[in-house]
């Protein structure tokens, strides 16, 4: 696959372009992502889905900007997917030919099913693993699927759209009719129970997005944010009794005015028949993740390798230099919770979140080495994305954080509570993260130290010159009863 990647998804509201950079083989990132409200079906509805000349000129315009950006960022392919305003159009032909011929952009467009399993596969794969119906409301169509230990099935796709809804019942001030029509549509989707519910699209995005703000939800990431359906319900009752003010004041931005009661609707119907969703999950990817993973992963079935995560890879790959320490750290790490966590009764998951935390520690000296905790923060925080939970990423970003001596501060784990462990669990694994950074101070090419624990002391032994070691550690801040003891 080429290095750099731009993927389209014309959509019935929006249009959006992503570009990905590959690090390695299934690593990538986010270089830019641009979108615009081309709205492709305006006036189609009442028109038999004829595609109108003001909306198609729209959209041709902004897919020629988006080409120049490609353009501007070295884009070597181009994948470009279009949805339901195309699917419907009995004139898409005319709107494919003349992008083809001015803009030399082949537009591939997709039907239901296809459309539900991208938006699946993306899910399935940069989200953390659960069992869950995922639903992305679009413009034109809402698609449906169930992923069930981590793969994809009954994918669903049906003629529910913010955009439809608005111009066929809202419009007319027919809401009744709005409920009367989603309810008939939604009586084809298989009645599975489950849990979690995963929201793509612009609609769904925008709800969470308000309700992260409403809450006052200390951390600014939408993928991954999780509520519950009890909070999602009593907010759309907010928004649809809302008058445009109103709706600013609940942090709706105004190009969503008109398309999100109708997007509102289509979750509150769902939900008032499945009682059994009970927690709601954001997710920032869909369509178009899912059409650049079904491309990178086409040799694995469209699933990462075990183990695999893509963003751990990226920060690996992009802001590591010294491989061989950073590999130390996570097995030193290791070793050391190993031996104590046991004693200090720390549940064994956060295994997990310690190793990672001390492999990406040193990513922030490649910006610059002063302030480099605070670097790897910043950077952990923000890029550290795909497949973990929020409290994963913000254990990870904090131990990285605080992993030079001093513990977490008070003040940070009140910013963050909710989404941290409690004071002493911080305090634990920080200090095996700064333990590790000091032990390896010395920077040895191979490892050597031998460790043991009994009565509640460390043992630390080697037949290195570990001068600096030592004196790092006597700079460390001890958590209470914790003693460290070279032999
Ligand atoms: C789509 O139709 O999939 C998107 O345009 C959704 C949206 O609301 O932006
Ligand atoms: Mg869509």
Redesign the pocket.
Same mark, same amino acid.
């Given at each position: 696959m080429a290095k750099i990647t731009a993927v389209i998804?014309i !959509?019935?509201? +929006?249009a959006r372009m992503v570009i990905y950079e590959k690090t390695s083989r299934f690593a990538f990132h986010l270089v830019h992502e641009v979108k615009s409200r081309v709205r492709l079906p305006e006036n189609a509805y009442k028109n038999g889905g004829n595609l109108q000349p003001q909306a198609m000129q729209r959209t041709y315009d902004a897919l020629e900007n988006f080409l120049n950006i490609a353009s501007s960022h070295k884009v070597r392919k181009i994948l470009c997917v279009a @949805? +339901?305003a195309l699917r419907d159009a009995p004139n898409k032909n005319e709107f494919l030919a003349k992008v083809r011929n001015g803009l030399g952009l082949n537009i591939k467009v997709i039907d239901g099913e296809k459309e539900a399993s991208y938006g699946a596969i993306a899910c399935s794969n940069l989200l953390p693993k659960a069992d869950a119906m995922t639903i992305?409301? &679009? !413009? /034109?169509s809402t698609e449906f699927s169930y992923i069930l230990e981590g793969k994809v099935t009954n994918t669903l796709s049906l003629e529910l /759209? @913010?955009v439809r809804l608005k111009e066929l019942y809202f419009d007319k001030d027919d809401i009744e009719g709005a409920r009367e029509y989603i309810n008939q549509e939604l009586d084809k989707l298989k009645n599975i129970e489950i849990e979690n519910l995963i929201g793509i !699209? &612009? +609609?769904f995005r925008a709800l969470a997005n308000a309700i992260m703000k409403e809450i006052k939800y200390p951390l600014n990431k939408l993928h991954a944010f999780e509520f519950s359906a009890k909070t999602m319900l009593s907010f759309i009752e907010k928004v649809m009794s809302a008058n445009e003010k109103r709706l600013k004041a609940l942090h709706i931005k105004a190009d969503r005015y008109d $398309?999100i009661k109708p !997007?509102s609707l289509i979750i509150l119907e769902l939900l008032k028949r499945k009682s059994d969703i009970k927690n709601l999950i954001t997710s920032g990817v869909g $369509?178009r993740e899912g059409v650049y993973l079904s491309d990178l992963l086409r040799h694995q079935k469209e699933i990462f390798p075990a183990n695999f995560n893509p963003s751990v890879r990226y920060l690996l790959d992009s802001y590591i230099t010294d491989t061989n320490h950073s590999n130390q750290l996570a097995k030193i790490a290791k070793t050391i919770f190993e031996l104590l966590a046991p004693a200090y009764k720390i549940d064994p998951q956060y295994k997990k979140e310690l190793v990672i935390a001390a492999k990406l520690s040193p990513i922030g000296s490649a910006l610059h080495n002063y302030s480099s905790n605070q670097h790897s923060y910043y950077l952990i925080q923000t890029a550290l994305e795909y497949g973990f939970t929020h409290k994963e990423i913000m254990l990870i970003a904090t131990l990285t954080k605080f992993a030079k001596r001093r513990a977490p501060s008070c003040e940070h784990i009140d910013e963050y509570k909710n989404i941290l462990p409690n004071e002493e669990v911080a305090e634990f694994l920080s200090f095996i993260i700064s333990l590790c950074a000091a032990l390896l101070t010395h920077r040895p090419r191979n490892l050597d130290y031998k460790f043991s624990f009994e009565d509640k002391c460390l043992h630390v032994s080697s037949s290195d010159n570990i001068y600096l070691a030592k004196e790092s550690i006597r700079k460390l801040q001890f958590p209470d009863g914790i003693r460290v003891e070279f032999l």
């Open positions: 998804d !959509g019935s509201n +929006s @949805t +339901s992305d409301i &679009g !413009g /034109g /759209g @913010t !699209g &612009g +609609s $398309v !997007g $369509v």
